[in-house]
């Protein structure tokens, strides 16, 4: 069975690598400007440059991506908000029968590309690979391989330790709990990927949890893949469903008005309107 193995390469490639490389390359050398208006210039690139640190920041510290840290040109009104994919990896872009680290399967990673293709979606980590930098490199690797643009990868859910849990102590369900109340999270601090259209797809149950208010936060949004297949055209074809806009309501053909809506004036020679003053008095 073919699987996706990383290349070895003795420069960083992916683009979290790329940006700390070119950022460090900045450091030491002078700035170019590729904008004639110098004092125009000056002021996006240093916006420029503060969000890109503000990106790389996120991906270096010791805890997760939250929308509340994003640069603002990420923070978007709900009706700009492109929809948003919270993706897990281990039994949706592989299958328990692949046992090789790090192991992706190119025909999954082909129908994760037809979704974020059919929906223009933003993808959110909440699979455990966002945990370890070497597990996302991979990643984003097997991305750009697949034709997937990495800047679609906007975020990670934090990582919730078991005093943050809503959990009964049943251990055959913490995987779950930990997932949903991550993904939960997440949103609490993102109101506008909530308000707008997102699903997650998952091999855990998310739905088997404790708190009721998680599971019906989470409830409509779900497709649960199974860990022998992974990521199915069928799961593809919900996922598309959820994430897509929906088409605007055609128009209704305009009725005919009243007869007596657009009667004009009245034609009677008694009729002999000469001024309409500022006031609105008819003087005849």
Not at 207 to 215: A, E, K, Q
């Amino acid at each position: 069975m073919a699987t996706f193995r990383p290349t070895k390469r003795s420069t960083p490639t992916s683009p979290i690598q790329r940006l700390r490389r070119s950022l460090s390359s900045e450091s030491d050398d002078e700035p170019t400007v590729h904008i004639s208006d110098a004092a125009t210039a000056g002021s996006d690139a240093s916006a420029s440059t503060d969000d890109e640190k503000a990106v790389l920041s996120h991906w270096d510290s010791d805890n997760a991506l939250d929308a509340t840290d994003l640069p603002s040109t990420l923070l978007l009104h709900p009706s700009q908000q492109p929809p948003t994919l919270f993706l897990d990896v281990d039994g949706v872009l592989n299958t328990a029968q692949m046992f090789e680290r790090h192991a992706l399967h190119p025909k999954l990673l082909k129908r994760l590309k037809s979704v974020v293709d059919a929906t223009d979606c933003r993808i959110v980590l909440s699979t455990t690979w966002r945990m370890a930098e070497e597990n996302e490199r991979v990643l984003l690797d097997a991305l750009i391989e697949h034709g997937i643009n990495p800047n679609v990868v906007v975020g990670r859910t934090p990582v919730l330790g078991l005093a943050d849990l809503h959990w009964s102590g049943d251990h055959g369900t913490l995987a779950e709990t930990r997932r949903a109340s991550e993904i939960v999270r997440y949103l609490d601090t993102s109101p506008a990927v909530e308000k707008g259209r997102w699903a997650v797809v998952d091999d855990l149950d998310v739905l088997r949890v404790d708190d009721p208010s998680i599971r019906q936060r989470l409830e409509g949004h779900f497709i649960r893949t199974a860990v022998e297949s992974g990521l199915t055209q069928t799961c593809c074809d919900a996922l598309i469903a959820l994430l897509k806009p929906l088409p605007p309501p055609p128009c209704a053909e305009p009725s005919a008005p009243p007869a007596d809506v657009c009667r004009g004036p009245p034609t009677s020679p008694t009729f002999n309107m000469k001024l309409l003053s500022t006031t609105g008095t008819v003087i005849t």
